[in-house]
């Protein structure tokens, strides 16, 4: 062999077993199919991230698919996906329009979930080659996201939807109400003297209050009911589906349970009560804002009228 030949075949050499060092250092899983659909190289990493055993694969390939087609594999990635119609439709799409780039995630019959990236490879004289598939394990990552999103809609001291999700959540039910031509109503809960409790009993023992009136009302409400707490002491209550008398009676059932409940915080056991003001949709309503502002005013009146009780909004 002539020295420039060896030189050549070294070189060679050394960059297969760099590309082929790169693609096992890769996190993600890769596969690369030729414009034939046959397999140009792989990692191991891609049979992990689908859990797929490499003796499940057909042929006598030693774990090195290369050169093999691509159906045994993409067949068996598909018995693990979710929504293997989907992924098959946008794969044929992708095979079909090369210039398409495909960045998705894919969810796993196991629970977890799979970032694909896809981008076709184009060679110098611009002939398309084939296409590069990345698959990543962002299980960890959307466990995250699922729990940062949890919090992000609850009130972090008693659990219940905060302020910013209950709005969210009465945008949605307004539209409904509207769309259907159905009842919805909200009552606004404020515990009374909140302040005395929390000066005699501390502010630990005020915070097991509002716990426990929290579940308590929860046992008490539809499935389709929010219960959320706007600040401080503060509650409202979405009611879907509920007339004027029905949101009332449901108040009045709420303000009756509280007035019975005991909290026991240490040596104390701990009474409170309870006012509520309720009001319901209109077609005037821009929003749930005004209806809130009129059940406002009605619990203001029941605060007025000596507290534990449970006011209608004024007669328009
Ligand atoms: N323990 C506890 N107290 C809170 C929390 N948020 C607000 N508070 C207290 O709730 C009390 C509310 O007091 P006020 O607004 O005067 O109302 P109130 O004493 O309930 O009187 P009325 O509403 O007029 O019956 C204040 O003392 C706040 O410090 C909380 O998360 N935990």
Same mark, same amino acid.
């Given at each position: 062999m002539s020295a420039d030949l060896h030189r050549i075949t070294t070189k060679r050499?050394?960059?297969? =077993?760099?590309?082929?060092?790169?693609?096992?250092?890769? +996190?993600d899983g890769i596969l690369v199919v030729d414009d034939q659909g046959m397999i140009v190289s792989h990692n191991r990493r891609l049979f992990e991230v689908f859990d797929i055993p490499l003796e499940a694969l057909p042929g006598d390939h030693g774990g090195n698919l290369s050169g093999y087609s691509e159906q045994a594999p993409l067949a068996l990635a598909m018995?693990?996906?979710? !929504? +293997?119609? !989907? $992924?098959?439709?946008?794969?044929?799409?992708l095979y079909d329009d090369p210039s398409m780039e495909d960045h998705c995630e894919l969810s796993l019959k196991d629970g977890r979930t799979l970032e694909r990236f896809s981008k076709a490879l184009w060679g110098n004289d611009k002939?398309? #080659?084939? &296409? %590069?598939?990345?698959?990543r394990d962002i299980t960890p990552r959307k466990e995250v996201e699922r729990k940062l999103e949890v919090l992000a809609r609850r009130d972090p001291l008693t659990g219940v939807a905060n302020r910013r999700?209950?709005?969210? #959540?009465?945008?949605?039910?307004? !539209?409904?109400? &509207? &769309?259907?031509?159905?009842?919805l109503s909200l009552a606004m809960l404020d515990l009374d003297h909140f302040k005395q409790i929390n000066d005699r009993f501390?502010?630990?023992?005020? @915070?097991?209050? #509002?716990?426990?009136?929290?579940?308590? %009302? !929860?046992?008490l409400l539809r499935e389709s009911d929010v219960l959320a707490r706007l600040g401080?002491?503060? $509650?409202? %209550?979405?009611? +879907?589906? =509920?007339? +004027?008398?029905?949101?009332?009676?449901?108040?009045?059932r709420l303000r009756g349970h509280a007035e019975k409940a005991i909290v026991e915080e240490g040596e104390s056991r701990i009474r409170y009560t309870v006012s509520a003001g309720v009001a319901s949709l209109t077609p005037d309503d821009a929003s749930i804002?005004?209806?809130?502002?009129?059940?406002? @005013?009605?619990l203001y009146a029941a605060k007025a009228a000596g507290r534990n009780c449970t006011r209608h909004e004024a007669p328009r």
């Open positions: 050499d050394f960059d297969r =077993s760099l590309i082929e060092a790169i693609h096992e250092a890769s +996190p018995d693990r996906l979710e !929504a +293997p119609e !989907a $992924f098959l439709k946008r794969t044929q799409e002939r398309y #080659l084939g &296409r %590069v598939w990345f698959f999700h209950f709005f969210e #959540l009465s945008g949605a039910e307004v !539209a409904r109400a &509207r &769309r259907y031509g159905t009842s501390g502010h630990s023992a005020g @915070d097991r209050v #509002l716990i426990n009136f929290c579940n308590d %009302v !929860a046992t401080g002491e503060e $509650f409202v %209550v979405l009611l +879907p589906g =509920s007339d +004027p008398d029905g949101a009332f009676q449901l108040a009045e804002e005004t209806v809130m502002g009129r059940a406002d @005013d009605a």
